[in-house]
């Protein structure tokens, strides 16, 4: 995999920056499916159809992405499926289970409001992006990544369809908490999740937390950066005020390490155009830089 032409060894060599680069949701729904995915992984039956577009529904009215998640070691036994709709602010969850596509409605509608009602305390998951015929590098990174981590955490580890950034590969996302990771390697991945659950974020994996946008994102990794370790819910980002065209204002509201108060200024910048994914042209993509500044 240190081929340049794998769009992950470029990203690599060229040091590419992976704060501010996690898929935006507050939301997730997993609905366990053993494959073939499509590289539309809402189009594989028996999605496509009704059920796509009543998970692109509501969705967007929830500030929810939709995966489809198996297991490593996966079955081609006939019988009912598990889904989980998650909930990363309030670290809830509903579950179920789907024979039918009937039941896949039912577990679109969860994402709304029996989510929003409900008050279960969501099972601990990590999803790994495996998704080959989206990117290879996502399968050649995610597998044995996946691989790894299961033999530590067993069933809360799954396979997961795309999570953004083929070329972050392997990227992680951990549930409830809606940690994103990427950058994994068989040799890195365990310590990455293990320093994760035990409050001390490994900001150079750290793409961000799911629930806030790129440069909230950027400024949570940061701000664990300058005052860390610590765990991800040490920093919480306020709104963005923008100054100018690329760049924001925010305040961090922190817990020991972290001040209670931090103001920084993030600026979005455009990087050269690369391969974002193996065998593509090159794309735009951007970095975020963070800097402190005094409150206004």
Not at 28 to 50: D, F, N, R, S, Y
Not at 122 to 139: E, G, K
Not at 227 to 247: N, S
Request: hydrophobic fraction near 35%; aromatic fraction near 6%.
């Amino acid at each position: 995999m240190s081929d340049p032409s794998r769009c992950s060894a470029a990203a690599r060599q060229r040091k590419e920056p992976l704060a501010g680069t996690a898929p935006v949701a507050r939301r997730w729904l997993a609905i366990e499916h053993p494959g073939p995915w499509v590289k539309q992984p809402l189009e594989t039956p028996p999605l496509k159809g009704p059920v796509m577009a009543s998970i692109d529904r509501y969705c967007k009215e929830n500030n929810a992405k939709a995966l489809l998640i198996r297991r490593h070691r996966r079955s081609e036994t006939e019988g009912p499926r598990d889904w989980y709709a998650v909930d990363t602010v309030r670290g809830t969850a509903v579950s179920g289970s789907w024979s039918t596509t009937d039941d896949l409605l039912r577990a679109s509608e969860a994402i709304g409001t029996r989510l929003n009602e409900g008050d279960e305390a969501a099972p601990p998951m990590l999803l790994v992006c495996s998704h080959a015929t989206r990117d290879p590098c996502c399968a050649f990174r995610g597998r044995p990544v996946t691989a790894a981590l299961e033999r530590v955490w067993g069933d809360e580890v799954w396979e997961c369809t795309h999570l953004g950034g083929h070329r972050f590969a392997a990227t992680l996302l951990s549930l409830p908490d809606g940690a994103c990771y990427g950058g994994l390697d068989i040799g890195d991945a365990v310590k990455v999740v293990r320093a994760h659950r035990e409050g001390a974020v490994s900001v150079r994996h750290l793409r961000g937390p799911t629930r806030w946008k790129p440069a909230q994102q950027a400024a949570v990794a940061w701000a664990l950066a300058r005052y860390g370790p610590a765990p991800l819910d040490a920093v919480v980002p306020g709104p963005p005020e923008r100054l100018h065209d690329r760049v924001v204002r925010l305040e961090l509201a922190g817990t020991d390490p972290v001040p209670e108060s931090v103001w920084v200024q993030v600026e979005t910048e455009d990087l050269p155009p690369a391969p974002l994914t193996c065998g593509g042209p090159p794309g735009a993509h951007v970095a975020h830089h963070v800097t402190e500044v005094r409150a206004p």
